[in-house]
C-alpha cells in the first residue's frame, strides 16, 4: 500500500467511563488514496463496523464509549487497518485512575545502619496504568530530600536504604505515586532509627521433654547475632500449637532468658513451637524495637501418660489410717495453677523442684513407717516366743 495514515489523538489518557472520538486520515501520494475499506482492532481485536463511519474520503472516524481500563499498563494497542489487513497507523491508549494517597507505611533497621520501608498503595490499589512509586526521606530540622534507589527488597511496595542514616536525629519519611492522570503523597512518618530496630528470628530452636513429665516440654533457643554485634538487650515470646490445631498458645513472660519450661500440656501429643525476639535498651533507649519474625516451626512430642484411668486399679488410702488428703489438695491446687502457664522463671522451677523433692520424700517416710506398722503388727500375732 503506498499510503500511510495518522490517528488522532495520539497516545490520549483518559478516566475508566469515559468516551473517545478518534480519526485515522490517509494520505498518500497516488490518486485513489481513500479511507474506504478501512477498520478497527483494539489489541488485536476488530471492533465492530458499526462504531466507525466515514467522514470524509480520506477519514474514518471511531467513538468508544464508557471505556474500561486498559487491559496492559504499557497501553492498549488501538490500529487503524487497510481494506486488505496491512497496518496503516497505531495509537496507544491508556485508561485507567490517578493513584490514590499511599499509606500504611511501616519501617524498620537490621543494623541501625538501614532502613527498610513498605507501604499500601491505596484504598483500590489498581489504577489499570502504570504507577510509578518514590520513597523519599529527609532528617526532621535539615537536610535536603533523599530518593530510596533499592525497592522491591521485601514485596512490591517496599525499598530499602542501605546506608548513610544518622543516629538519635529523627527522619521524615514519606511516598509519592505519579501516573498519567496525576499524583498523591502520603502523610509523613517520623522515626528515629533505634525505635525501629529488629532482628532476625532466634536461630537453633530445640524442643525436647522434661524426663518423663508428660505434661511438659522444654524449649531452648540462642540469641540473634545482632544482639551480640550492637549490645542489644531482648526480651522473647514463644509460641505453641497442637499438630492438628490451627490455634496458638503464646506465652508472653519469657523475658530475657533463652529457655522455657512449658507445662499444661496433653500427654502423647506432637506440640509445634516457635520463638521470636524483640530488641530494647539499645543505647539505653527505653522504647522496645519491633517483634522480629517467627522462628521455623520445630516438632516435639510429650511422652506417653502411664497412669491407670477410672476403674484401673489405682490405690486407695485404707480405712482408718492417717490420710494425706488436705496435703494432696494442696499440692493438686498448686500443679493445677502451674499447668494454666508455662513457666519460665527460675523461681517457678525451684518451687516446682522442691514441691516435688518434698512429696518424693514424703512419700518415701510414710512407707517406711507403714512398713514399721506392718512388722509391730506381725510380731504381735505371733506372741511371744517360747
Same mark, same amino acid.
Given at each position: 500500500?503506498?499510503?500511510?495514515?495518522?490517528?488522532?489523538?495520539?497516545?490520549?489518557?483518559?478516566?475508566?467511563?469515559?468516551?473517545l472520538?478518534?480519526?485515522?486520515?490517509?494520505?498518500?501520494?497516488?490518486?485513489?488514496?481513500?479511507?474506504?475499506?478501512?477498520?478497527w482492532?483494539?489489541?488485536?481485536?476488530?471492533?465492530?463496523?458499526?462504531?466507525?463511519?466515514?467522514?470524509?474520503?480520506?477519514?474514518?472516524?471511531?467513538?468508544?464509549?464508557?471505556?474500561?481500563?486498559?487491559?496492559?499498563?504499557?497501553?492498549?494497542?488501538?490500529?487503524?487497518?487497510?481494506?486488505? @489487513?496491512?497496518?496503516?497507523?497505531?495509537?496507544?491508549?491508556?485508561?485507567g485512575?490517578?493513584?490514590?494517597k499511599?499509606?500504611?507505611?511501616?519501617?524498620?533497621?537490621?543494623?541501625?545502619?538501614?532502613?527498610?520501608?513498605?507501604?499500601?498503595?491505596?484504598?483500590? @490499589?489498581?489504577?489499570?496504568?502504570?504507577?510509578?512509586?518514590?520513597?523519599?526521606? +529527609?532528617?526532621?530540622?535539615?537536610?535536603?530530600?533523599?530518593?530510596?534507589?533499592?525497592?522491591?527488597?521485601?514485596?512490591?511496595?517496599?525499598?530499602?536504604?542501605? =546506608?548513610?542514616?544518622?543516629?538519635?536525629?529523627?527522619y521524615?519519611?514519606?511516598?509519592?505515586?505519579?501516573?498519567?492522570l $496525576?499524583?498523591?503523597?502520603?502523610?509523613?512518618?517520623?522515626?528515629?532509627?533505634?525505635?525501629?530496630?529488629?532482628?532476625?528470628?532466634?536461630?537453633?530452636?530445640?524442643?525436647?521433654?522434661?524426663?518423663?513429665?508428660?505434661?511438659?516440654?522444654?524449649?531452648?533457643?540462642?540469641?540473634?547475632?545482632?544482639?551480640?554485634?550492637?549490645?542489644?538487650?531482648? +526480651?522473647?515470646?514463644?509460641?505453641?500449637? &497442637?499438630?492438628?490445631?490451627?490455634d496458638?498458645?503464646?506465652?508472653?513472660?519469657?523475658?530475657?532468658?533463652?529457655?522455657?519450661?512449658?507445662?499444661?500440656? =496433653?500427654?502423647?501429643?506432637?506440640?509445634?513451637?516457635? &520463638?521470636?525476639?524483640?530488641?530494647?535498651?539499645?543505647? $539505653?533507649?527505653? =522504647?522496645? @524495637?519491633?517483634?522480629?519474625?517467627?522462628?521455623?516451626?520445630?516438632?516435639?512430642?510429650?511422652?506417653?501418660?502411664?497412669?491407670?484411668g477410672?476403674?484401673? $486399679?489405682?490405690?486407695?488410702?485404707? $480405712?482408718?489410717?492417717?490420710?494425706?488428703?488436705? &496435703?494432696?489438695?494442696?499440692? +493438686?491446687?498448686?500443679?493445677?495453677?502451674?499447668?494454666k502457664?508455662?513457666?519460665?522463671?527460675?523461681?517457678?522451677?525451684?518451687?516446682?523442684?522442691?514441691?516435688?523433692?518434698?512429696?518424693? =520424700?514424703?512419700?518415701?517416710?510414710r512407707?517406711?513407717?507403714?512398713?514399721?506398722?506392718?512388722? @509391730?503388727?506381725?510380731?504381735?500375732?505371733?506372741?511371744?516366743?517360747?
Amino acid at each position: 500500500m503506498p499510503y500511510t495514515a495518522v490517528i488522532s489523538p495520539q497516545d490520549p489518557t483518559l478516566l475508566i467511563g469515559s468516551s473517545l472520538q478518534a480519526t485515522c486520515s490517509v494520505h498518500g501520494d497516488t490518486p485513489g488514496a481513500t479511507a474506504e475499506g478501512l477498520y478497527w482492532t483494539l489489541n488485536g481485536r476488530r471492533l465492530p463496523p458499526e462504531l466507525s463511519r466515514m467522514l470524509n474520503a480520506s477519514t474514518m472516524a471511531l467513538a468508544l464509549a464508557n471505556l474500561n481500563g486498559s487491559r496492559q499498563q504499557s497501553g492498549d494497542n488501538l490500529v487503524c487497518h487497510a481494506r486488505d @489487513g496491512s497496518i496503516l497507523a497505531g495509537s496507544c491508549l491508556y485508561v485507567g485512575l490517578p493513584p490514590e494517597k499511599p499509606f500504611n507505611i511501616s519501617c524498620w533497621s537490621r543494623n541501625m545502619k538501614d532502613l527498610t520501608c513498605r507501604w499500601t498503595p491505596g484504598t483500590h @490499589g489498581e489504577t489499570f496504568l502504570h504507577t510509578n512509586y518514590s520513597l523519599k526521606y +529527609k532528617l526532621r530540622w535539615y537536610g535536603q530530600d533523599n530518593t530510596c534507589e533499592e525497592y522491591h527488597t521485601v514485596g512490591p511496595h517496599s525499598c530499602h536504604i542501605p =546506608k548513610d542514616l544518622a543516629l538519635f536525629t529523627p527522619y521524615e519519611i514519606w511516598v509519592e505515586a505519579t501516573n498519567r492522570l $496525576g499524583s498523591a503523597r502520603s502523610d509523613v512518618l517520623t522515626l528515629d532509627i533505634l525505635d525501629v530496630v529488629t532482628t532476625d528470628p532466634p536461630p537453633d530452636v530445640h524442643v525436647s521433654r522434661v524426663g518423663g513429665l508428660e505434661d511438659q516440654l522444654s524449649v531452648r533457643w540462642v540469641s540473634p547475632p545482632a544482639l551480640k554485634d550492637f549490645l542489644f538487650q531482648a +526480651k522473647y515470646q514463644i509460641r505453641y500449637r &497442637v499438630e492438628d490445631s490451627v490455634d496458638w498458645k503464646v506465652v508472653d513472660d519469657v523475658s530475657n532468658q533463652t529457655s522455657c519450661r512449658l507445662a499444661g500440656l =496433653k500427654p502423647g501429643t506432637v506440640y509445634f513451637v516457635q &520463638v521470636r525476639c524483640n530488641p530494647f535498651g539499645i543505647y $539505653g533507649s527505653k =522504647k522496645a @524495637g519491633i517483634w522480629s519474625e517467627w522462628s521455623h516451626p520445630t516438632a516435639a512430642s510429650t511422652p506417653r501418660s502411664e497412669r491407670p484411668g477410672p476403674g484401673g $486399679g489405682a490405690c486407695e488410702p485404707r $480405712g482408718g489410717e492417717p490420710s494425706s488428703g488436705p &496435703v494432696r489438695r494442696e499440692l +493438686k491446687q498448686f500443679l493445677g495453677w502451674l499447668k494454666k502457664h508455662a513457666y519460665c522463671s527460675n523461681l517457678s522451677f525451684r518451687l516446682y523442684d522442691q514441691w516435688r523433692a518434698w512429696m518424693q =520424700k514424703s512419700h518415701k517416710t510414710r512407707n517406711q513407717d507403714e512398713g514399721i506398722l506392718s512388722s @509391730g503388727r506381725r510380731g504381735t500375732a505371733r506372741g511371744p516366743a517360747r
